[in-house]
């Protein structure tokens, strides 16, 4: 089969396309063919050699693809040959092994996906579960009628925007251009400004009519997270959930005090469900129906071969990507 393998970390010329055998799978794993493979950060860090739980190299990344099942182990019982499926490496001990055109994995990682459903939108399911669980779970039950997303026209951001607005909830939308507002104002955000703007802060106490923003989501952190708390509702919460401008500094506490409106803050991880699955796979399962039944309907921005992996990796980090990059066997 031919695969994305990296043999040492780097630039995106480490990731090289190779032939490797075809894996077997055990008595408890199926082999699914792959029909399209999401491009995400995770595999982008992994190739960079800075994610927190780095798989042993030589490695095969990719963290999510969809496909269909070509044979099963003996005992496998839930799933059949022929069956449409989404495998999430969130399933497995480590992050990866889908930048491939076939996986052995196990069963439990393999989830049956409903019939009609179109297998590009299931590739790009990891970051709807990123976002379920923003909205949902990283809340602890907080009540909020507001929420502002930070990369909004991006994989995770617009995920949110759709996400939010299934649930009813009013979305200011933040990206780095017009163009980028007005692809999350397709998505479905209520409101959407390019925080470029000298304005920012005005446009968004406008788009909440003088209340400020309940929840805000962050995956950028750096030197300008402080600046959030300036936007928040009184007793609002700020989570980040990532760090793509480096950890905030020492200054985000006197921000804090500086709100007067006793903000909280949270930082999550999808790591949270490591130790305890269920949540992730009940949210999984939520997103799966969401596909069919039309609640969430993910925006592809390019179809890439396999073979150019190196070029989806450059196109992730250059910022330009609106919506989801796929990887094409």
């Known amino acids: 089969m031919k695969a994305i393998r990296i043999e040492t970390t780097g630039g995106p ?31 982008v860090l992994v190739r960079r050699g800075t994610y927190g739980w ?16 070509v044979a099963a182990g003996a005992s496998v019982r839930t799933l059949q040959v022929g069956q449409p499926v989404y495998v999430s490496a969130r399933e497995l ?20 996906v409903p019939p009609g459903v179109d297998l590009d939108a299931v590739a790009t399911l990891s970051g709807y579960q990123v976002a ?36 009813g909830k009013r979305v200011i939308a933040l990206a780095g251009s017009d163009t980028k507002a007005a692809f999350a104002l397709r998505q479905g955000a209520t409101a959407a400004i390019n925080y470029h703007a000298a ?17 805000i989501l962050d995956p ?19 989570i980040l959930y990532g760090s793509l401008a480096g950890w905030p500094g020492p200054e985000v506490l006197p921000a804090m005090r500086k709100s007067g409106g006793s903000p909280a803050l949270r930082c999550f991880s999808m790591h949270t469900f490591d130790d ?26 390019e179809r890439v071969p396999l073979a150019e992996a190196a070029r989806a990796h450059t196109l992730l980090e250059s910022g330009a990507v609106m919506g989801r990059l796929l990887l094409r066997p």
């Not at 029909?35 to 995400?40: C, W």
């Not at 001990?93 to 930048?99: E, L, Q």
């Not at 809340?139 to 607005?165: C, D, H, N, P, W």
């Open 13 to 43: 010329e480490v990731l090289s396309f190779v032939e490797l055998p075809t894996p077997v799978g055990g008595p408890d794993d199926v082999l699914v063919k792959a029909h399209a493979i999401g491009v995400n950060m995770p595999e």
């Open 54 to 69: 780095m798989p042993p190299l030589p490695a095969i990344p990719g963290i999510e693809m969809s496909g269909v099942v």
């Open 93 to 112: 001990v480590h992050r990866g092994g889908c930048y491939a055109e076939y996986i052995a994995v196990a069963e439990r990682a393999v989830y049956a």
């Open 132 to 167: 379920y669980h923003l909205l949902h779970s990283a809340t602890r039950g907080f009540g909020y009628e507001s929420v502002l997303v930070q990369a909004a026209a991006g994989g995770i951001g617009s995920a949110i925007v759709q996400l939010a607005r299934a649930a």
């Open 199 to 215: 304005t920012l802060n005005e446009q968004i106490w406008a788009a909440t009519e003088g209340k400020g923003v309940d929840l």
């Open 220 to 238: 950028v952190g750096g030197p300008r997270f402080a600046e959030l708390f300036a936007h928040l509702a009184p007793l609002g919460l700020v």
């Open 276 to 301: 305890d699955p269920g949540p992730r796979r009940a949210a999984t399962n939520a997103l799966l129906e969401m596909l069919r039944n039309g609640t969430i309907r993910p925006a592809i921005h």
